[in-house]
T-cell receptor, first 109, second 112 residues
């Protein structure tokens, strides 16, 4: 199956700062998503973005499928942005979504 | 539109017992998949069902099984529970495997 590498593993920022989270894939994926896991464990879907760029408020994401990576941008961070961010993709085989290990983001007031 | 509903939210079982978890997908979604999340292994794919047929299966022992009903609701069963089965079990639904997945709130299973 595919391998998913996320960086950085941990990120501590002040409120108002901007951040970029990265996700690298070992092979092509045909389903790529970014999630934010809330304190209760639920994975909140941020973007479904197998290619191209999307924006939703202060969040945006870009996937360069030919180079097998995706970026999640968070601008003007708020304390409520804290949590773990996961990217996940599905390869061409018979597996489900493969997740990265996540980026643990802490936004300090 | 209701989201993905998982029941129960929390569960405590004794080693050796079996457990059944339930997942109701978003209305109209025919694909349901299950994932296990542990601190050590992260999020791992268990299996996926589409129109009552298991389509994909992750690398888990046969103690882990599932099924999907005609209304797309799904259950997963773990038999002969082990301490290592303690985890957050997440269910996700999708219209097909080429669209995004929406996750439920999960069932937190503790095996004692």
């Amino acid at each position: 199956g595919i391998q998913v590498e996320q960086s950085p593993p941990d990120l501590i920022l002040q409120e108002g700062a901007n951040s970029t989270l990265r996700c690298n894939f070992s092979d092509s994926v045909n389903n790529l998503q970014w999630f934010h896991q809330n304190p209760w464990g639920q994975l909140i879907n941020l973007f479904y973005i197998p290619s191209g760029t999307k924006q939703n408020g202060r969040l945006s994401a870009t996937t360069v499928a030919t180079e097998r990576y995706s970026l999640l941008y968070i601008s003007s961070s708020q304390t409520t942005d804290s949590g773990v961010y996961f990217c996940a993709g599905k390869g061409g085989g018979a597996d489900g979504l493969t997740f990265g290990k996540g980026t643990h983001l802490i936004i300090q007031p | 539109k209701a989201g993905v509903t998982q029941t129960p939210r929390y569960l405590i079982k004794t080693r050796g017992q079996q457990v059944t978890l339930s997942c109701s997908p978003i209305s109209g979604h025919r694909s349901v998949s299950w994932y296990q999340q542990t601190p050590g292994q992260g999020l791992q794919f268990l299996f996926e069902y589409f129109s009552e047929t298991q389509r994909n299966k992750g690398n888990f022992p046969g103690r882990f099984s599932g099924r999907q009903f005609s209304n797309s609701r799904s259950e997963m069963n773990v038999s002969t529970l082990e301490l290592g089965d303690s985890a957050l079990y997440l269910c996700a639904s999708s219209t097909s495997d080429t669209y995004g997945y929406t996750f439920g709130s999960g069932t937190r299973l503790t095996v004692v």
